[in-house]
């Protein structure tokens, strides 16, 4: 079995591409077949697009790779602050659970600002282009771009080895989870079980409430009775996509705050998120009162 960390490149390419291929292949091709799932798309796809973007994400998932190499040569040379060893107290597995917090701000952070210098007119032209081929993404454009883009979007792998003590096994398994999302955002279709209902749960730090489509029905802001709506501080399949509709909005990874304090945010995003859960509120429903199947459309 390959190590976690410590492998060398040719693990972590192993790694990356097997957590990249295996989740897109999944997201894209299977849990389609095993459930019914509702397109949030509006443009079609083009004949031969998930292949292209498979075959465009060659290069940044080697660069990945070199970047997780350079992270273990790193902290082999004893220059940076990683550290390994067994989480076999509490006290460590908290402070594993503030790495990740502190991980996932640092990264949504660095991913809207570099995000945003990758949409300066000449980058945009050279290199961001070719992630903005596709227009309805599909699963696999996750890393479908250039490998300078690759070099910049991943460089924060290696920054935050310098900010803050970080287990190099938590390191690596943090920055393969990543590129689970990064693919989970391009699906298409909506992964609302695995986002915090903001229905369920006590609201989030500076969220706002999505608006109800339905005002006479009793859900959140007047939500559809049974409506569960994603945590409003948080990222939708729905916010990614919108970027490849609207290039000047939503630049963020994780979180809407960034989109939120710096006028990204798309005017229409939050009713586009109420209508659409709305309607599968509706025929969730429809479908526990007749019997019959969902009629969500395939994505």
């Known amino acids: 079995m390959l190590p976690l960390y410590g492998g060398g490149f040719t693990t972590a390419a192993l790694q990356v591409a097997a957590v990249y291929y295996g989740v897109a292949f ?16 509006v443009q079609p796809r083009q004949p031969g697009q998930a292949s292209r973007e498979a075959l465009y994400s060659l290069g940044p998932l080697a660069v990945k790779a070199a970047v997780l190499r350079v992270v273990e040569l790193l902290g082999a040379w004893g220059v940076s602050r990683l550290y390994e060893g067994p989480l076999d107290t509490a006290a460590k597995v908290l402070y594993v659970v503030a790495t990740v917090a502190a991980l996932d701000v640092l990264h949504d952070a660095w ?12 980058l945009y032209r050279h290199v ?11 699963a696999f454009a996750g890393y479908s771009f250039h490998v300078a883009e690759a070099a910049l979007v991943f460089a924060n ?8 003590s970080i287990h190099a096994g938590v390191h690596r398994a943090y920055h393969l989870t990543t590129t689970a999302i990064h693919i989970g955002g391009h699906a298409g279709y909506e992964i609302a079980p695995f986002i915090p209902s903001g229905n369920r749960e006590p609201p989030c730090v500076g969220s706002t409430s999505y608006p109800s489509p339905d005002p006479h029905s009793g859900g959140p802001g007047g939500g559809h009775i049974g409506l569960e709506l994603p945590c409003a501080a948080l990222n939708t ?11 000047t909005r939503h630049f963020s990874l994780y979180f809407t705050h960034w989109d939120r304090w710096c006028g990204t945010e ?5 009713a586009q998120v109420a209508e659409h ?23």
């Open 26 to 41: 999944l997201l894209h091709c299977l849990v389609p077949l095993a459930v019914p799932v509702k397109s949030i798309q």
């Open 111 to 122: 991913f809207y600002w570099t995000h945003r210098l990758l949409h300066w007119r000449p």
């Open 128 to 138: 961001h282009y070719i992630h903005h081929r596709s227009v309805a993404p599909t």
């Open 157 to 164: 792998e290696i920054l935050v080895c310098f900010l803050f």
């Open 237 to 247: 399949v729905q916010h990614h996509d919108m970027h490849h509709r609207f290039p």
């Open 266 to 270: 798309h005017p229409a995003y939050r």
């Open 277 to 299: 859960f709305q309607a599968l509120a509706d025929a969730r429903k429809a479908a526990s009162h007749c019997g019959a199947p969902s009629a969500a459309r395939p994505a």
